[in-house]
C-alpha cells in the first residue's frame, strides 16, 4: 500500500516548525576491515595454491630431491546478494504537502537502508566467524578454526580456549599470528597483527591497551610491550557498530583475504504508476562479502 495522506496528515497543513526523523549516518566500516575489488561474474572463484616446500639436503654425488606437490589446494567462492527495497506515494500526498522540501517523497533514506544493511551483510561474516558456511567451499572449516588444513598439518587462527581482550591475550594473538601461520607448504611466513577489531562494549580497554605508554593495568614503571611486540598494531583500533557480541574481538593480519567485490552498484530508479499515478521509487544494488585466506584475521569469542 502506498504511502497516502492518512499516514502524513499534518503535513497537509502550514503551522509545523520542523520536520524531524532524519539522523545522520554511520560511518562506513566495512571498507576498513575487507578489500573492495569489482565483480565481473555470477560467482567469484578464488584458488588457494601450494607452493615449494623446504629444500633438502643432498648427499654429494647424489641426486636431488624433487618437490612435485605445488598446485592447487583449495577454492573459495563468493556468491552476490541481490539488495532491494522500495516505496510508494499516492499522487495526493504528493500534491497537498506543504513540507517538501523537509520530506521528499522521492528521498526517503534509501541510500541509508541500502548502507545499513550492507554493513549487516559484512559483519556477518565476523559474527559468524566460528560457523563454516559450506557455500564457501575452500577449507571446509570456519573463517576462526583451530584446524585449519595445510599439507603438513593444521593451522590455527584462534585461542585453543577463548580469552577476554587483556594485555596477556592481545600479546598472545600478535605472537601467535607471527610464529604459528604457515603457507599451504607448511613453511613459515611474514604475517603481522595491523588491527583491532572490537564491538563498542570493549573499546575502552582497546584504548587502554594501545595508547597507554606505560603497562596497562598495572602499577609497574614497565613499559607497554604491545606497541612494540611482532610489529605492534599499527592501524590501532576500529569499534565495529555492527558486532553481535560484546565480548568478541578480533585482530586482523596484514595478509589479504577478506573481501567485498561489487557486483551492480546502488541504483536508484523512480517511476510514477500509469493507473493509480502512484509514485514507485526503488532501490538496488548487487554485492557480496566473503573470504579465500584465513590468515587475514584471528578472533577470540569468549563467553559473556
Given amino acids: 500500500m502506498a504511502v497516502s495522506v492518512a499516514q502524513?496528515?499534518?503535513?497537509?497543513?502550514?503551522?509545523?516548525?520542523?520536520?524531524?526523523?532524519?539522523?545522520?549516518?554511520?560511518?562506513?566500516?566495512?571498507?576498513?576491515?575487507?578489500?573492495?575489488?569489482?565483480?565481473?561474474?555470477?560467482?567469484?572463484?578464488?584458488?588457494?595454491?601450494?607452493?615449494?616446500g623446504l629444500?633438502?639436503?643432498?648427499?654429494?654425488?647424489?641426486?636431488?630431491?624433487?618437490?612435485?606437490?605445488?598446485?592447487?589446494?583449495?577454492?573459495?567462492?563468493?556468491?552476490?546478494?541481490?539488495?532491494?527495497?522500495?516505496?510508494?506515494?499516492?499522487?495526493?500526498?504528493?500534491?497537498?504537502?506543504?513540507?517538501?522540501?523537509?520530506?521528499?517523497?522521492?528521498?526517503?533514506g534509501l541510500q541509508k537502508s541500502f548502507n545499513q544493511t550492507k554493513e549487516i551483510y559484512?559483519?556477518?561474516?565476523?559474527?559468524?566467524?566460528?560457523?563454516?558456511?559450506?557455500t564457501i567451499l575452500g577449507d571446509q572449516v570456519a573463517l576462526c578454526s583451530l584446524s585449519h588444513p595445510i599439507d603438513t598439518g593444521v593451522v590455527a587462527n584462534r585461542f585453543a580456549v577463548d580469552m577476554d581482550l587483556n594485555e596477556a591475550s592481545l600479546l598472545n594473538a600478535q605472537a601467535s599470528i607471527r610464529g604459528q601461520f604457515r603457507d599451504n607448504a607448511g613453511l613459515r611466513m611474514q604475517a603481522r597483527a595491523r588491527k583491532l577489531v572490537v564491538p563498542i562494549a570493549?573499546?575502552?580497554?582497546?584504548?587502554?591497551?594501545?595508547?597507554?605508554?606505560?603497562?596497562?593495568?598495572?602499577?609497574?614503571?614497565?613499559?607497554?610491550?604491545?606497541?612494540?611486540?611482532?610489529?605492534?598494531?599499527?592501524?590501532?583500533?576500529?569499534?565495529?557498530?555492527?558486532?553481535?557480541?560484546?565480548?568478541?574481538?578480533?585482530?586482523?593480519?596484514?595478509?589479504?583475504?577478506?573481501?567485498?567485490?561489487?557486483?551492480?552498484?546502488?541504483e536508484l530508479d523512480m517511476q510514477v504508476d500509469f493507473t493509480s499515478d502512484n509514485l514507485l521509487v526503488k532501490g538496488y544494488e548487487r554485492y557480496s562479502f566473503g573470504y579465500f585466506d584465513f590468515r587475514a584475521i584471528w578472533g577470540s569469542f569468549p563467553t559473556q
Fill in 202 to 266: 570493549l573499546e575502552p580497554i582497546a584504548i587502554r591497551l594501545l595508547r597507554t605508554v606505560l603497562r596497562p593495568g598495572s602499577s609497574d614503571n614497565d613499559i607497554n610491550a604491545i606497541p612494540e611486540t611482532s610489529g605492534g598494531i599499527p592501524d590501532g583500533h576500529l569499534v565495529h557498530d555492527y558486532l553481535t557480541s560484546p565480548t568478541a574481538w578480533f585482530v586482523l593480519t596484514d595478509q589479504e583475504g577478506l573481501l567485498y567485490l561489487q557486483r551492480v552498484q546502488f
Fill in 122 to 134: 559484512g559483519a556477518y561474516l565476523l559474527n559468524n566467524a566460528t560457523t563454516y558456511d559450506p
Fill in 55 to 108: 629444500a633438502a639436503l643432498k648427499n654429494e654425488g647424489g641426486p636431488t630431491t624433487f618437490d612435485n606437490q605445488a598446485g592447487e589446494r583449495y577454492v573459495y567462492n563468493q556468491y552476490h546478494k541481490e539488495i532491494g527495497l522500495g516505496y510508494a506515494f499516492t499522487r495526493k500526498m504528493i500534491d497537498d504537502n506543504l513540507y517538501k522540501r523537509q520530506w521528499q517523497p522521492s528521498n526517503l
Fill in 8 to 52: 502524513a496528515y499534518d503535513l497537509l497543513f502550514p503551522g509545523l516548525r520542523k520536520v524531524a526523523g532524519q539522523y545522520k549516518d554511520l560511518d562506513r566500516i566495512y571498507p576498513k576491515i575487507f578489500k573492495v575489488d569489482k565483480s565481473y561474474m555470477a560467482v567469484e572463484r578464488t584458488a588457494s595454491m601450494r607452493y615449494l
